[in-house]
């Protein structure tokens, strides 16, 4: 049972030590004795570790694997608030623009008809402010002294 | 000779382990097991080697010359008992540790002395 238990053990060793020394590993035990087994397990379990972890390969794909894992993980990081962040800087230029009743919802699609009434009304705003500016400067000439005519208000009037 | 005299002192200073087991070499070529029980009376029982730990090492010295397997001694013994002998390097190698130590023991008996002789008055 000890033995096929230390068979085992070495057994599990990668194969180029168990190739190796496999054989010789199993005469040292049956040499050995059945006094000495228990030394004999803690020695092929430490012997197990070393030559997977020290001896093997194993330890350069570990830690490869895991200096692979930490850039993977940094770069999605990384993308991830960048995405974050322009996902905020879109958000908030967007809020900005539906606050602002000049400039309307940016994500509606264009309305022909309605930017033509919008434009209408805006032109009828900018007339009725011009109507309104050059009633006042008539009321102010008929007012004012006679004197020398003022060409430059004159010339305004005719034009309104 | 110059790169030799570099490889050689990279290897030191030897771990215990390689130290034993080429002290254990050093008389005679030795199977696993023997060198196990030369380097357990070398010691006085105080450094036990295990089977992992020796082949281990065997594995390293022979791969970087220090110890050669030689061939067997009887064929009525154990097929799957190998032995291992020391290379001129490894001798060499071996020889380069000991003086080493013998300069630590030299510096450690000057530096104990003093302390030996307050001790005693």
């Not at chain 2, 190698?93 to 302390?115: C, G, N, Q, T």
Request: net charge positive; charged share 25%; hydrophobic share 40%.
């Amino acid at each position: 049972m000890r033995r096929s238990l230390y068979r085992a053990l070495i057994e599990l060793h990668p194969a180029r030590f168990r190739d190796r020394f496999g054989d010789e590993m199993l005469c040292v035990f049956d040499e050995a004795g059945r006094d000495r087994a228990p030394r004999l397990f803690a020695d092929a379990a430490l012997s197990l570790l070393r030559q997977w972890l020290l001896r093997s390969n194993l330890w350069k794909m570990a830690s490869g694997a895991v200096i692979s894992s930490l850039l993977l993980c940094a770069w999605g990081n990384s993308t991830a608030h960048g995405v974050d962040l322009s996902l905020a800087r879109g958000s908030r230029w967007h809020d900005r623009l539906a606050m602002n009743p000049w400039l309307g919802d940016r994500e509606a699609p264009f309305d022909e008809a309605e930017f033509e009434r919008e434009a209408a009304q805006a032109v009828a705003i900018l007339a009725g402010i011009r109507k309104t500016e050059a009633q006042k400067r008539h009321a102010q000439s008929h007012n004012a002294p006679r004197s020398a005519p003022d060409p430059s208000s004159s010339a305004h009037a005719n034009k309104g | 000779m110059r790169l030799a005299k570099d490889e050689l002192k990279s290897l030191l200073p030897l771990s215990p382990a390689t130290l034993h087991i080429l002290l254990a070499l050093a008389a005679e070529d030795r199977h696993g097991y023997g060198i196990m029980l030369e380097v357990a009376r070398q010691s006085q029982g105080q450094y036990a080697l295990g089977p992992g730990t020796l082949y281990d090492n065997l594995e390293k010295l022979t791969y970087r010359g220090l110890v050669n397997e030689a061939p067997r001694r009887s064929a009525n013994e154990d097929p799957r008992r190998r032995y291992y002998r020391l290379s001129a390097f490894g001798r060499r190698v071996l020889s380069a540790d000991l003086e080493r130590l013998r300069a630590v023991l030299k510096e450690a008996k000057a530096a104990m002395s003093p302390i030996k002789s307050s001790e005693s008055t």
